[in-house]
């Protein structure tokens, strides 16, 4: 079973940055491919971006590639979402998601967070 916390979220203008991070608990914390997932409001949870167990790979979607960036601490058993460049369609809850197998667009993650809100102003 794993557990995961967010935390990091807030109210930034745009053009801003931010970084989420993510505590895990937990049998095998390092064995487990992990991501983001985000949820605008009236709109479906999307995937953000992945990474793998070892830190070696990442993927992330079309609209935020080259401004946010993943990255996972294994001695601190967490994962950071580096947010750059931010802009207001940016605004959603994030969530921390864990899987058994790789993180990717179009699944549903096994773990999820409680999500920690992210707001972009104009």
């Known amino acids: 079973q794993v557990q995961l916390a967010e935390s990091g979220g807030g109210l930034v203008q745009a053009g801003g940055s931010l970084r989420l991070s993510c505590e895990a608990s937990?049998?095998?914390?390092?064995?487990?491919?992990m991501g983001w997932f985000r949820q605008a409001p009236g709109k479906e949870r999307e995937f953000v971006g992945a990474?793998?167990?070892?830190?070696?790979?990442?993927d992330y979607a079309d609209d935020v590639k080259g401004r946010f960036t993943i990255s996972r601490e294994a001695a601190k058993n967490t994962v950071y979402l580096q947010m750059t460049s931010l802009k207001p369609e940016d605004t959603a809850v994030y969530y921390c998601?864990?899987?058994?197998?790789?993180?990717?667009?179009?699944?549903?993650?096994?773990?999820w967070g409680q999500g920690t809100q992210v707001t972009v102003s104009s």
């Open positions: 998601v864990a899987d058994l197998g790789p993180v990717v667009a179009g699944t549903w993650p096994r773990y």
């Open positions: 937990g049998r095998a914390f390092t064995t487990y491919p």
């Open positions: 990474i793998n167990w070892s830190g070696s790979n990442t």
